[in-house]
């Protein structure tokens, strides 16, 4: 497990039924892209989060394929449709198999 | 053969392209490929697909990309111009508010950032924008 991994997630906690909420991720990843090199010259092996979804009420709102391209902190930013109270769930998924997750309940009043 | 000035010219000039090809090649099939992957040899219709990137990046490392494709079913961003040009796939899932989203990525210098979208028909269309970047992205 890399060191230092938190996401960071930004939902707002209601929403009308069937709004489109703006949703906002950030997960610390050091995401090394296997490009850089030491100063001895060697290669720094490539270690990055390969996969990102978010899900509502297990529904897919979006699933994300990552390439070594995809900046330091990988920063997200979509939107989903809310139609009734329910937890959005993200899950990161690293190269080493590790997973990260966060919940956010969305109450629709 | 007798190496008169003609032949000369003609011999450095061969050279000189077999030597620049391969390296070519290398950069350039690799994206091409994705795209073949992408699409499966699909035509692919220009401009259906809106990139929103800034002219000019200071800062490789973190360039803001968003991409919007109305009615997409995924979208795939490549940037041509990177050691591996694969940035990421989004698959919009049945719960998707928009067919759009915002991400920050890494750019090795000045280059075209091409968007792909699958549509929900089976159709791809396609946008790009161009990217100068002051300081690239990808380490020494």
């Not at chain 1, 069937?18 to 030491?38: D, F, P």
């Not at chain 2, 796939?89 to 210098?109: D, V």
Request: net charge neutral.
């Amino acid at each position: 497990m890399a060191e230092g991994v938190k996401p960071r997630v930004k939902a707002p906690a209601t929403a009308k039924a069937g709004e489109a909420v703006v949703l906002k991720t950030l997960i610390s990843h050091i995401m090394e892209s296997g490009q850089r090199k030491n100063k001895d010259g060697s290669v720094i092996a490539r270690s990055i989060i390969n996969r990102f979804t978010c899900e509502f009420n297990g529904a897919m709102v979006i699933d994300v394929e990552m390439h070594p391209a995809i900046s330091t902190n990988p920063y997200f930013e979509f939107e989903a449709v809310v139609p009734a109270t329910g937890e959005l769930k993200f899950t990161w998924y690293d190269d080493d198999g590790s997973v990260y997750s966060d919940a956010k309940t969305v109450t629709v009043a | 053969m007798k190496l008169n000035r003609r032949t000369t010219l003609a011999l450095g000039l061969g050279a000189a392209a077999i030597v620049a090809l391969p390296v070519r090649f290398a950069a350039a099939a690799t994206g091409d490929e994705m795209i073949a992957a992408f699409t499966g040899g699909a035509a692919v219709a220009e401009g259906g697909v809106t990139i929103t990137a800034p002219e000019i990046a200071e800062n490789g490392n973190t360039v803001p990309v968003a991409v919007a494709s109305e009615g997409a079913v995924s979208i795939m961003i490549l940037a041509m111009g990177n050691p591996t040009p694969g940035v990421a796939t989004f698959n919009f899932g049945e719960a998707a508010g928009a067919h759009s989203a915002s991400t920050r990525i890494r750019l090795a210098g000045t280059q075209d950032v091409v968007a792909i979208a699958k549509m929900a028909d089976g159709s791809f269309t396609r946008g790009v924008a161009t990217v100068k970047v002051t300081i690239g992205g990808c380490g020494g």
